[in-house]
């Protein structure tokens, strides 16, 4: 089953979105899970990933403006955008990840798209 993102929109550069990532109990419990992107004509990267334990780690381009965070009660990962600039605009996604490996089939993701 695919873990489903939603919670993308338009924003203005400055502001901010909240996206959510639904999973099974058993894939939350087992997997890192990771917020990936992909923008126009751009190959998909990893945005943010957590861990069971709760560590996270942040590629360089959102550090001090992206945090995920996970609820274990309601098996969901969140991350919040803040700061939000034109680039950050493209499709994010959020995946099962072993090591640098995604082992979950992608599903739509949402658009986050930020305006200028």
């Known amino acids: 089953v695919q873990l489903q993102a939603s919670g993308g929109g338009l924003v203005q550069a400055g502001g901010f979105l909240r996206l959510s990532c639904a999973a099974s109990?058993?894939?939350?419990?087992?997997?890192?899970i990771g917020w990936y992107r992909q923008a126009p004509g751009k190959q998909r990267e990893l945005v943010a990933s957590?861990?069971?334990?709760?560590?996270?780690n942040y590629a360089d381009s959102v550090e001090g403006r992206f945090t995920i965070s996970r609820d274990n009660a309601k098996n969901t990962v969140t991350l919040q955008m803040n700061s939000l600039k034109p680039e950050d605009t493209a499709v994010y996604y959020c995946?099962?990840?072993?090591?640098?490996?995604?082992?979950?089939?992608w599903g739509q993701g949402t658009l986050v798209t930020v305006s200028s």
């Open positions: 995946n099962k990840k072993q090591g640098p490996t995604v082992v979950g089939k």
């Open positions: 957590i861990t069971i334990g709760g560590s996270t």
């Open positions: 109990r058993s894939t939350f419990r087992t997997y890192v």
